[in-house]
């Protein structure tokens, strides 16, 4: 049996005590062995697309400009005007960060142009 992870929160504790319990056998079950129980999915629902900007410039100020969805052309424009041109230019990256490596907007920008060329 896989072990499946969910948290456990018993209405009647202290402080809204969560616990963990593993081998459950399916999401929304009750477990039989913790009396009044509510069982509670620890996964998290499927999350947003996020995206940041890091801009950096030659004084040492630096400025993160992140948002939840995908990000538009006039946004990449619109952010590379405002903090852009006087900065390193910023480097976009999607998340999972880990799974992404920062690219210069300038990048994304032409990528996001040729995009909207094509719709």
Same mark, same amino acid.
């Given at each position: 049996?896989?072990?499946?992870?969910?948290?456990? @929160?018993?209405? /009647?504790? %202290?402080?809204? $005590?969560?616990t963990?319990?593993?081998?459950?056998? #399916?999401?929304? *079950? !009750?477990?039989?062995?913790?009396?009044?129980?509510?069982?509670?999915?620890?996964?998290?629902?499927?999350?947003?697309?996020?995206?940041?900007?890091?801009?950096? @410039?030659?004084? /040492?100020? %630096?400025?993160? $400009?992140s948002?939840?969805?995908?990000i538009?052309? #006039?946004?990449? *424009? !619109?952010?590379?005007?405002?903090?852009?041109?006087?900065?390193?230019?910023?480097?976009?990256?999607e998340?999972?960060?880990?799974?992404?490596?920062?690219?210069?907007?300038?990048?994304?920008?032409?990528?996001?142009?040729?995009?909207n060329?094509?719709?």
């Open positions: 049996m896989q072990p499946k992870h969910f948290l456990l @929160y018993a209405p /009647g504790s %202290k402080n809204g $005590v969560l963990t319990s593993d081998y459950l056998q #399916e999401p929304g *079950e !009750r477990d039989t062995n913790q009396g009044s129980t509510t069982l509670v999915s620890a996964q998290p629902e499927r999350s947003v697309a996020m995206w940041k900007i890091n801009f950096q @410039y030659s004084d /040492g100020g %630096k400025i993160k $400009v948002n939840k969805g995908k538009t052309l #006039e946004q990449a *424009e !619109r952010y590379y005007r405002q903090y852009g041109i006087h900065s390193d230019g910023g480097f976009y990256q998340s999972p960060y880990k799974s992404h490596q920062p690219e210069h907007l300038t990048k994304v920008i032409n990528r996001l142009r040729k995009e060329e094509q719709d």
